[in-house]
């Protein structure tokens, strides 16, 4: 058995969720969100709680799919009740972020601008020297941050760059310069 993919699902009040053969679909105040399910994997929905279930629960490859697609549906329950948040800090001298329409451009010390289309269904505002993503599908709201963090990593001497806000940047400490004499 699966430790997460035994675990049901609570569906709370205003989300629905419909099977159609391998497609779920999860409808909620914030969106909609679609979830394809692998061929051995099946949902059900009873009572106010959806359970997943494989073929064969004694297959190791089964159960490895039974709790992942468990997650995927219990993100996509939260993402469309609550939504998904992520926070980047921008620190560094003239490091800077603007939005523009559909396109976020970051100043990061290049000689040139990197200009990032935001992808449909994320919302970005920028705090001072913060960007926010929001967003109903917790993958993508994760994989933009990681786009634009990609882009100035934290460096590990002065901590220059894009991070995650809860990021802690390990710092090394700098060239010790000998002392000249005699």
């Known amino acids: 058995m699966s430790k997460i993919g035994k675990k049901q699902i609570n569906i ?26 692998h061929p051995k994997v099946s949902v059900s929905v009873a009572d106010g709680a ?10 190791k490859r089964q159960r490895a799919l039974w709790g992942t697609f468990r997650s995927l549906l219990s993100g996509a329950v939260a993402g469309v009740t609550e939504g998904f948040t992520k926070r980047l800090a921008i620190q560094g001298v003239g490091y800077k972020a603007a939005l523009a329409g559909d396109k976020l451009t970051l100043h990061l010390g290049y000689s040139h601008p990197i200009e990032l289309v935001i992808p449909k269904g994320l919302a970005v505002t920028i705090e001072k020297n913060i960007i926010v993503i929001t967003g109903i599908d917790k993958q993508m709201v994760g994989q933009f941050a990681a786009v634009v963090r990609s882009r100035r990593p934290p ?28």
């Open 155 to 182: 460096e590990p001497y002065k901590g220059k760059g894009v991070r995650y806000e809860d990021e802690v940047v390990r710092r090394k400490a700098g060239k010790v310069v000998k002392a000249v004499g005699g």
């Open 12 to 37: 709370p009040l205003g989300v629905e969720i419909s099977v159609n053969g391998l497609l779920v679909q999860i409808k909620g105040p914030k969106g909609e969100l679609q979830v394809r399910l």
């Open 50 to 59: 959806a359970s997943v279930a494989v073929k064969n629960p004694e297959d």
